[in-house]
């Protein structure tokens, strides 16, 4: 510290800081949160009411947020620092080398934020899978990414994870996406009549996605209860018509097929009696 007050940074220091400009950056710190969470909660409003819209209007949101924080920091540096003289090269590279250190995570972050919201390898609204997590993308922030998973809880991730592993979107961008259902039967039920009602059944639902067709496939192997028996398998793909909807299409779908099945008395795997050798 001595040696830092012998060359005089200390003295270029204060004078490169406005102290009486503390109080102005923060009011526009403020302004700038307040006025970001206005325009969030406007869109999303809107983006539920302009359903086909949702994920364009998140998408707007997301460069408003950026653009205003990226602003309000400009504004902010201006009123608590002085750029003007010479002193300020050498005590802002100083200020700077110390503050990257401190937090060169959080800059990696940061970095990664940025790099991200260009790059798109998801956009907010997406349905995205990534390190065994599995939900919508709520926020892209500047220092994380937040998903909702399936139980309406909220996963933090650092943007700079997104670089270096693997991650999956089930829409990339679309409102609607792809869901697979299984169904497994007995091996000597009506399979031609099972793959029908199957079919049937996913169209009648309420969240499916008509522009796209619905197919079902068929094939053979073992039920995945962890017994060894074996049963035919029917999978639908379809479209659920907004990714929102996806675990209320799953449980329709099921609901649907289930009652269809067991009006033509067709019986699933875990209807059938297996025998006493067979494990419970």
């Known amino acids: 510290m001595e040696i830092v007050s012998a060359l005089g940074v200390d003295s270029q220091l ?18 700038a949160w307040i006025v970001i969470r206005l325009i969030s909660r406007s869109l999303d409003t809107l983006g539920d009411r302009i359903t086909e819209r949702r994920l364009l ?9 950026f653009s205003l924080m990226i ?17 300020i090269y050498g005590v802002a590279g100083l200020v700077f080398l110390g503050l990257g250190y401190a937090f060169k995570d959080v800059l990696s972050s940061v970095t990664a934020g ?24 709520q926020e892209i ?16 991730i650092p943007n700079s994870r997104f670089l270096s592993d693997t991650v999956s979107s089930a829409n990339f961008g679309a ?47 073992a039920v995945p209860d962890g017994a060894e028996r074996f049963a035919l398998q029917l999978t639908v793909k379809a479209y659920v018509f907004d990714g929102r909807y996806e675990s209320a299409f799953g449980s329709d779908v099921h609901e649907r097929v289930k ?19 067979a494990p419970s």
């Open 114 to 137: 940025f790099i991200l919201m260009f790059d798109r390898p998801f956009q907010v609204g997406d349905r995205i899978t990534f390190e065994g997590h599995y939900g919508e993308v």
């Open 259 to 277: 009652r269809a099945l067991r009006g033509a008395n067709i019986r699933t795997a875990g209807e059938i009696e297996w025998g006493p050798s």
């Open 57 to 65: 209007l998140k998408q707007v949101s997301l460069i408003i947020r």
């Open 175 to 221: 409102l609607h996406q792809m869901c697979v259902f299984s169904f497994f039967i007995g091996c000597n039920e009506d399979f031609e009549l099972a793959k029908k009602l199957v079919a049937e059944a996913t169209v009648a639902s309420r969240y499916v996605y008509l522009d796209l067709p619905v197919k079902v496939y068929f094939s053979e192997g």
């Open 71 to 87: 602003l309000a920091g400009l504004l902010a540096a201006n009123s608590v620092f002085d750029f003007s003289g010479q002193a």
């Open 141 to 156: 922030g500047i220092r994380k990414v937040q998903l909702v998973d399936l139980d309406d809880n909220i996963v933090s």
């Open 14 to 31: 204060v004078q490169f800081i406005k102290l009486d400009g503390l109080l102005s950056a923060a009011v526009i710190v403020f302004i």
